[in-house]
């Protein structure tokens, strides 16, 4: 199993500059734990001490977002492609 | 609003443009454009928004041209160093184009000026660097009910959507609550490319035109990731969440809030 991973740019520290790594997993959940394997102290930034995704990050599976399937048990399958996308601020200064 | 020859020679090249015409020009003419933060985004939206000829334009800032600006703020040259960014703006834009009324608010929104602010305006565009504006102004948009054009940028990668509240969702349906401060690094700790902010901010003066002129497909409930440093485009699809705390179906947020006072970032003293 291969599922490509886009990391943004503000978590690009953490897989040593790399903007896609690959995850092995079957859903969402897994993933996140395959990404904290590989990189660790990834899984703190996405998720809260109660393991639920952070209310300024989303994960999209191909376009979907995660939320709005099955959380953090949407199925992930070989092939898929995974985004990480957080809120970003930056525009005037 | 009839156009004159200088304007139908001046405008000639997209009126020829067979979904704009005379008729979509004098809905430029008639258009009333607020552009919150005119930097690195801002910029280049108010320019081209201009050089359209978008009728009124309303430019929020309440900040000086620094040198550190300038290798991105294209609107601003060295001379403007130290003045009012506002000011700067209005008498650069006013010269490239004479038929653009530029209106200038030099302040920083809060919950207690913001509604007053935009009321005047049909369209407000986002070029604001941080996250407390960010939250104010979407949702302003979204109890005035003002299609909002956001755009924003970190480092080699930019993001930008279109939000038309009671259309579509808004900035809390994708993201329902701004990071705690520090959480994410600003632009002036992160730094930025240059050029990786006209792209948004041209992104957000395209999807502006578009609103006015009423052409094309808006982008709406679709947010478009840009990163400069692999050349490519992705859109995500954004659903209206009906749990928003804005614009859902039982709204907590019915007033506006100054995240500042439990951010706790500091205001500028410049003001």
Redesign the interface.
């Known amino acids: 199993m291969s599922i490509k991973v886009r990391i943004p740019q503000p978590l690009q520290k953490l897989t040593r500059g790399q903007e896609e790594v690959e995850a092995a997993a079957s859903d969402v959940k897994g993933l996140i734990d395959d990404l904290e394997k590989n990189f660790p102290g990834i899984k703190d930034r996405i998720c809260d001490g109660q393991g639920k995704l952070r209310r300024f990050i989303n994960i999209y599976v191909n376009e979907e977002d995660v939320r709005f399937q099955q959380g953090d048990a949407t199925t992930i399958k070989d092939g898929d492609e995974v985004s990480i996308v957080p809120a970003i601020a930056g525009g005037a200064q | 609003m009839i156009l004159n020859d200088e304007q139908i020679e001046r405008y000639s090249r997209q009126i020829l443009l067979p979904k704009i015409g005379g008729g979509g020009q004098e809905r430029l003419l008639a258009a009333k454009v607020l552009v919150v ?6 910029s280049p939206v108010a320019a081209y928004l201009t050089g359209a000829g978008v009728g009124t334009l309303g430019l929020v ?1 309440s ?1 000086s041209v620094d040198i550190t ?1 300038l290798h991105r703020q294209i609107i601003y040259s060295t001379d403007d160093l130290g003045k009012a960014k506002v000011e700067a703006a209005k008498v650069r834009l006013e010269r490239m184009n004479p038929d653009v009324k530029v209106i200038v608010h030099k302040l920083r929104l809060t919950s207690a000026n913001i509604m007053a602010v935009i009321n005047d305006y049909d369209i407000v565009v ?6 407390p504006a ?1 939250y104010l102004i979407n949702d302003a948009c979204v109890l005035a009910k003002k299609p909002l054009v956001h ?9 930008a959507m279109v939000i038309k509240p009671g259309e579509g969702p808004c900035y809390r349906c ?6 705690p401060p520090g ?6 700790e ?1 730094g ?1 490319l240059g050029a990786l ?1 006209g792209v948004i901010g041209l992104i957000q003066a395209t999807e502006t035109l578009k609103l006015i002129l009423r052409i094309g497909e808006p982008l709406v409930g679709k ?1 478009i ?1 840009f ?1 400069s ?2 050349m490519g485009f ?6 209206q ?1 009906k749990n928003c705390p804005v614009c859902g179906e039982n709204p907590t947020i019915t007033e506006l809030i100054d995240y500042e006072i439990f951010c706790g970032i500091k205001k500028k003293e410049s003001e």
């Open positions: 933060g005119v930097g690195g985004l801002g800032d900040d600006n986002d070029g604001t660097d941080n996250f960010r755009g924003a940028f970190f480092r080699f990668e930019g993001q994708m993201f329902s609550e701004p990071p959480a994410v690094p600003s632009c002036q992160a930025v902010a947010l990731i990163n440093l692999e992705r859109k995500v699809k954004v659903p969440d």
